[in-house]
């Protein structure tokens, strides 16, 4: 079975402060994902890799950035948290679909 | 931009009886589609696909059913069972693009006893 490990399950932090959100996949899948959802709005990709050192903005990028310096681990940057960013965030990979998730990590900012 | 629409919040269903969620896009590039379940806490788990070259995709008691000219998925779930209850999203995707989904907002099924 694909296993797909979010470093948090929870997680709280205040305004301005730098957020990270890990990822860990151990199927070695080239692609990796971070989604975003919130109710009535589905889930929003934020940032795609389909390779290690590669990356891609998905529809809402602002605000975020991403590294991925190992195949297997892929990181979700809040440079300076605000409070919209108040979210469930999700992270997937994937060889061909469909994509495998992780639990989610639910992030406040206060 | 919403491509790929999910235009039912919610839907409550007697356990037993079949369940059917919706779903319309509007992107006619997309060629695969796919449904996930999502229990609270946890991450969404896939469900079933279907490919454009098909109408009809079974698997037990899930069928999805696609008409492309509506642009338009169903889910069909029978009997609905109380483990049913969940929140369900449609997604799709472009085969020969990246392996990027475009999610639906989802629908929240409540199977009654």
């Known amino acids: ?110 | 931009d919403q491509q790929v629409k999910q235009n039912s919040p919610s839907l409550s269903v007697q356990e037993g009886r079949i369940s059917i969620l919706n779903c319309d896009y509007t992107n006619s590039m997309f060629d695969y589609f796919l449904w996930y379940k999502k229990y609270p806490a946890e991450g969404p788990t896939f469900l079933i696909s279907i490919s454009s070259i098909k109408d009809k995709n079974e698997d037990g008691r899930f069928t999805v059913f696609l008409n492309k000219s509506a642009k338009h998925l169903s889910l069909h779930i029978v009997p609905s069972q109380p483990g049913d209850s969940a929140v369900y999203f449609c997604a799709a995707y472009i085969i020969q693009g990246a392996q990027k989904l475009v999610f639906g907002q989802g629908t929240r099924l409540t199977i009654n006893p």
């Open chain 1, 1 to 110: 079975d694909v296993k797909v490990t979010q470093s948090s399950r929870y997680l709280v932090k205040r305004t301005g402060e730098k957020v990270f959100l890990e990822c860990v996949q151990d199927m070695d899948h080239e692609n990796m994902f971070w989604y975003r959802q919130d109710p009535g709005l589905g889930l929003r990709l934020i940032y795609f890799s389909y390779d290690v050192k590669m990356k891609e903005k998905g529809d809402i990028p602002e605000g975020y950035s991403v590294s991925r310096e190992k195949k297997e681990r892929f990181s979700l940057i809040l440079e300076s948290a605000s409070t919209n960013q108040t979210s469930m965030y999700l992270c997937a990979s994937s060889s061909e679909q469909p994509q495998h998730f992780g639990d989610g990590t639910r992030l406040s900012i206060l």
